[in-house]
C-alpha cells in the first residue's frame, strides 16, 4: 500500500496576502491514506472530498506528534467521516492533517481538498 503524496498550490487571496490548497488525488482502496501536511501556522481551515466512494468511508485527521492520528470535527463537534462528497469546516488546529479511506470497493477513487488560510501566527 502506497501513501499518497499531497500537492501544495497556492491560492491568492487579496484580502490576507495567500492561502494554500493542498490536495490528495486519487485515495483508493489500495493506497486509502495520505501522507502527512503540517503547516500549524495557518488557522482557518476547510475540506472538500468528492469521487467515486464505493462504499468507501473518508476521515480527516490531525496529529500534534505524527504518530498518533485522531478524527478531525467540524465547528459543531462532529467528525469529519464522509460516505458521499462533501464539504465542512476543520474546527481543530493541528500540527499536522492526512486524510484515510477504509471499506471501499474497486472502483473508489476519491480527491480531499484542504483550504487553509488566515493571518500567520507569529
Do not use: C
Not at 495567500?18 to 502527512?36: K, P, Q, R, Y
Not at 464505493?54 to 485527521?61: A, E, F, K, R
Not at 462533501?86 to 499536522?96: A, L, P, S
Amino acid at each position: 500500500m502506497a501513501t499518497i503524496v499531497h500537492q501544495k498550490i497556492r491560492v491568492t487571496d487579496p484580502s490576507r496576502g495567500a492561502a494554500f490548497m493542498v490536495l490528495w488525488e486519487t485515495l483508493t482502496s489500495a493506497n486509502a491514506v495520505g501522507d502527512a501536511f503540517e503547516m500549524p501556522a495557518w488557522d482557518v481551515r476547510s475540506v472538500q472530498i468528492v469521487g467515486t466512494f464505493d462504499s468507501s468511508t473518508i476521515v480527516l485527521q490531525g496529529s500534534n506528534d505524527g504518530a498518533t492520528w485522531a478524527t478531525l470535527t467540524d465547528p459543531q463537534g462532529t467528525a469529519i467521516s464522509k460516505t458521499a462528497t462533501g464539504v465542512e469546516q476543520i474546527e481543530e488546529v493541528t500540527r499536522y492533517i492526512r486524510p484515510s479511506a477504509s471499506g471501499g470497493g474497486a472502483s473508489q477513487d476519491i480527491d480531499v481538498y484542504v483550504l487553509v488560510t488566515g493571518y500567520r501566527s507569529r
